[in-house]
């Protein structure tokens, strides 16, 4: 979950105490859209290899289905080939750690986030979010990053 996001439904939605509290939640009865994002690759460089690669992963997932929903039009096509382009290309070497790698990822993700905006993702992730949520204990929580 982009950062810009979470804290924006804490604050809209003081229920929430902290940004775990969000995994597989979509913002609630208070929308909010943030006014600017930072995107810093460098703020991304010491997660864990495993976690930058599902959170790819998602991204690319993103880009996929925004490209696929009814919804779709010229605009936003643009926009999700372009992020498919970049997030396949920077991948691998996001999760190795190069700098040129975090530096395409975020792009590619925020490019994806742009064009699903204005048009929505699809079923995948509804049925993610749905996985995320199912859980026996806390222990044994399923992100949506790795469900999609």
Same mark, same amino acid.
């Given at each position: 979950m982009d950062t810009s996001k979470a804290i924006g439904i804490i604050i809209a939605n003081p229920e929430f105490e902290d940004v775990r509290s969000l995994e597989g939640v979509a913002p609630t009865k208070k929308p909010c859209v943030p006014i600017i994002a930072i995107v810093d690759p460098e703020m991304m460089s010491s997660m864990p290899k495993g976690l930058t690669a599902s959170t790819g992963m998602d991204a690319l997932t993103h880009a996929i289905e925004g490209y696929t929903t009814k919804g779709a039009w010229e605009m936003t096509d643009m926009f999700h080939l372009k992020a498919i382009e970049l997030i396949s290309k920077s991948l691998r070497a996001a999760v190795a750690n190069e700098k040129e790698g975090r530096e395409g990822m975020a792009l590619g993700q925020y490019i994806a986030?742009?064009?699903? =905006?204005?048009?929505?993702?699809?079923?995948?992730?509804?049925?993610?979010? @749905?996985?995320? &949520? !199912? &859980? &026996?204990?806390? =222990?044994? !929580?399923?992100?949506? @990053? $790795? $469900?999609?």
């Open positions: 986030g742009m064009g699903f =905006s204005n048009v929505g993702l699809g079923i995948a992730h509804s049925m993610a979010h @749905t996985a995320a &949520r !199912h &859980r &026996r204990s806390a =222990s044994d !929580h399923v992100p949506n @990053t $790795t $469900t999609n």
